[in-house]
């Protein structure tokens, strides 16, 4: 049973910065990707950044030079360190999880495993 748990949300101003997490149980793929997603209203939810089992790390365009994905393997936890946040960051953020495949899914429906979010909101 996969349980994935995120931590760190909340209010911003911009130009501010967050950490998040997401702690991981009973998860035991050796190889695999974790994501994170976030969605804002409206809008359909998007990656933000992903890394795999490797080690190896990738970011939409609008986050890269601001946002950092790194895991912790002996914490079973992900994170992302938001730095210099924008209005447009503001949304629900997810972590998931995909084992077992060599190449990352890009959409949300490559990912089985889900958090249930963690609010993020900056204010201009």
């Known amino acids: 049973q996969v349980q994935l748990v995120e931590f760190g949300g909340g209010s911003v101003q911009a130009g501010g910065t967050l950490s998040l997490s997401c702690v991981a149980s009973g998860y035991t793929y050796s190889r695999y990707c974790m994501a994170w997603f976030r969605q804002s209203p409206g809008k359909e939810r998007e990656r933000v950044a992903v890394i795999t089992s490797d080690g190896v790390s990738s970011y939409t365009d609008s986050v890269k030079g601001r946002f950092t994905i790194s895991k912790d393997n002996a914490k079973n936890t992900l994170y992302l360190q938001m730095n210099n946040l924008k209005p447009e960051d503001t949304g629900v953020y997810f972590c998931?999880?995909?084992?077992?495949?060599?190449?990352?899914?890009?959409?949300?429906?490559?990912?089985?495993?889900w958090g249930h979010g963690t609010q993020v909101n900056v204010s201009s």
């Open positions: 998931a999880s995909r084992g077992g495949i060599p190449t990352c899914p890009a959409l949300r429906t490559g990912y089985d495993y």
